[in-house]
C-alpha cells in the first residue's frame, strides 16, 4: 500500500475517526482489533515483557495499517485529540474499540528505564522511546546522559557492539543493561572556558586533554615554544639555573660539540613574555628520539611548562617519523621520574652506577604514527 500524504489539516483528520465517510488510508477494523488482543492474551502466556509485547504489536499494526509512517501518524494524532469525533455517533462505537489497543501503543512506550555502566560507575536513565523519535537523536540522549561525545561512544549489548550508525537496528525493552566505550567528557566547572581554548590551540590537544592539563596544572602559562637550533644560548642560560644540574660540570663549549656530532639534534625554547622558562634538547639515538637535556627554571615550574614542551617534542617526532621517545634520568630525580611515569613514560632498563642513587633508569615511550592516507 502507498503512504498517503497529507497537505492539510482536512486531510490529517480524517486519517483516524472522523465524518469523511472515505479516509484516504485504511483503518484498523474491529475484528483487528480482536485479533490484537489475542496477540497480547497469548503474549502473556509465555511472561512476555510489555516492551517485548509492544515492539511485536508495533509489527502487527504497522502491517495492518500500511507501514511505520502510517501508524505513527495515526498514534500521534491519538495522542492530540484530533482523530475521535463524538459527533459521529455511526463511528463512536469503531473509534472507542480501538482506542485502548493504540493507547498501548501511545503512552506505554514513550519512554523505558535502561542501564549503562561506564568503569564502576553505572548509570541509569529513562529514554525517551516515541515511535517518531529518529535513532541519532535517542543515541545522542544516552551519550549525553554518561557524558561521552555520540561519534566516540559504543554501547555492548549481548556481545554486540553499537553506535550512532547501527543503533537503529536494536529493538529496545525495558531495563536493558549496557556496557559503555568511550572516553568521557571532563568537567568545566571552575575552569575558564577561554583558557580551555587557549591550551587547545597552544598545544594542539583536543578538549579534553586540554580540560586535564589545566586541572592538573591550575596556574599553567601560556608559552610561546620555539623550535632552533640556533637558540642554544637561551637554552643554555635556564640549564645553569636547574638546582639539578649543578652536579654537572659540562660546558657550554661541551654541549655544543655534541649537538654538533649527533644526528637530527632538536632544541625547544619555551618563553613567557619573550623570556626563556624552559628548554628541551634531543637527538636520534638507536632508531627512536632521545631526550638529552630537559628543564624549567625552579621560578616557573608547576605550570605546565613541561608538559608543552613534551607534547611539542611528540608532534614534532610523530612528524619525522619516529615510534618512540626515550629518556634516561638519575634515580635520585624523583619528580621528574614521576612526571615521565605519569605520561605514559615506560622503565625499560637500568644503568647500575656506584650508588643507588646514581643510577640511571631509562625509560621509553610509544608513539603512534597517523596513517598517511595513499592517493590513487
Not at 493507547?103 to 529513562?126: F, L
Not at 650508588?355 to 610509544?366: A, C, G, M, N, Q
Request: charged letters at 25%.
Amino acid at each position: 500500500m502507498n503512504i498517503p500524504s497529507y497537505s492539510s489539516s482536512e486531510n490529517v483528520q480524517s486519517a483516524g475517526c472522523s465524518t469523511s465517510s472515505t479516509p484516504p488510508i485504511v483503518m484498523l477494523t474491529v475484528n483487528d482489533y480482536l485479533d490484537g488482543l489475542h496477540f497480547l492474551h497469548e503474549a502473556q502466556k509465555v511472561n512476555a515483557t510489555t516492551e517485548e509485547t509492544i515492539f511485536k504489536l508495533r509489527l502487527y499494526l504497522e502491517d495492518k495499517v500500511g507501514g511505520q509512517q502510517i501508524l505513527n501518524t495515526i498514534l500521534t494524532l491519538i495522542k492530540r485529540e484530533k482523530v475521535v469525533d463524538f459527533s459521529n455517533n455511526k463511528e463512536f462505537d469503531y473509534c472507542t474499540s480501538l482506542l485502548p489497543l493504540f493507547m498501548i501503543m501511545s503512552d506505554s512506550s514513550t519512554s523505558i528505564p535502561i542501564s549503562i555502566k561506564y568503569g564502576s560507575t553505572t548509570y541509569h536513565m529513562r529514554l525517551d522511546n516515541q515511535a517518531d523519535l529518529p535513532k541519532s537523536e535517542q543515541f545522542n540522549m544516552i551519550a549525553n546522559h554518561i557524558h561521552i561525545p555520540s561519534d566516540r561512544l559504543k554501547l555492548i549489548y549481548r556481545g554486540k557492539r553499537f553506535t550512532k550508525d547501527n543503533w537503529h537496528d536494536l529493538p529496545l525493552i525495558s531495563n536493558m543493561n549496557f556496557l559503555s566505550i568511550g572516553e568521557q567528557n571532563e568537567d568545566e566547572t571552575d575552569v575558564d572556558k577561554k583558557d580551555i581554548e587557549c591550551v587547545m590551540h597552544q598545544m594542539k590537544i583536543d578538549r579534553n586533554a586540554a580540560i586535564k592539563a589545566l586541572k592538573i596544572y591550575p596556574n599553567m602559562s601560556l608559552i610561546d615554544i620555539r623550535e632552533n637550533l640556533s637558540l642554544f644560548n637561551d637554552a643554555f642560560s635556564i640549564h645553569r639555573k636547574i638546582p639539578e644540574f649543578q652536579i654537572d660540570s659540562t660546558t657550554a663549549k661541551q654541549l655544543i660539540e655534541r649537538i654538533n656530532n649527533v644526528k637530527h639534534p632538536l632544541i625547544l625554547v619555551a618563553y613567557i613574555d619573550n623570556r626563556p622558562v624552559g628548554y628541551l634538547m634531543g637527538h636520534e639515538r638507536y632508531s627512536s628520539f632521545y631526550i638529552w637535556l630537559a628543564g624549567v627554571h625552579p621560578k616557573h615550574r608547576r605550570q605546565g611548562i613541561l608538559v608543552q614542551l613534551m607534547n611539542r617534542l611528540e608532534q614534532w617526532a610523530m612528524k619525522e617519523n619516529y615510534s618512540s621517545l626515550m629518556v634516561k634520568t638519575r634515580n635520585s630525580f624523583k619528580s621528574m621520574l614521576l612526571f615521565l611515569i605519569s605520561h605514559e613514560f615506560k622503565l625499560i632498563d637500568i644503568d647500575k652506577r656506584q650508588s643507588v642513587d646514581t643510577h640511571r633508569l631509562i625509560l621509553e615511550k610509544k608513539l603512534i604514527i597517523p596513517q598517511q592516507s595513499s592517493s590513487t
